[in-house]
């Protein structure tokens, strides 16, 4: 066997490493998968110091960057609703008052 072979050959697999491998399998396909989803999130801007205060916002979920302002809901639900479709995801809608109105719209 060459030198270089003997360098970068192919590492047997022993026991250990196939039951290692199949457990941390096992871990991700236990996961909620609507864990791992992100949601869009319609919210009004409260912010009184913030130039778009009293706006609807669209938003990802866990994130503070607003993707959008709008004037009225039902447009930011409207622009909320192409961005879910395209990603699979579902938009949560919040009243005034920061409570839920509607989720998995």
Known sequence: MGFFKKLFGRKEK??????????ATKDTQQ????????????????????????MWRVRMEHSDKTIKHFKTQKAAIEYAKTLAESAGVSIVIH????????QQY
């Open 14 to 23: 022993t026991k250990h490493d196939d039951t290692s491998n199949s457990e």
């Open 31 to 54: 996961s909620d998968p609507k864990e791992a989803q992100n949601h869009y999130h319609i919210s009004m801007n409260r912010d009184e110091k913030s130039e778009n205060h009293g």
């Open 95 to 102: 009243k005034l008052d920061g409570s839920i109105r509607k």
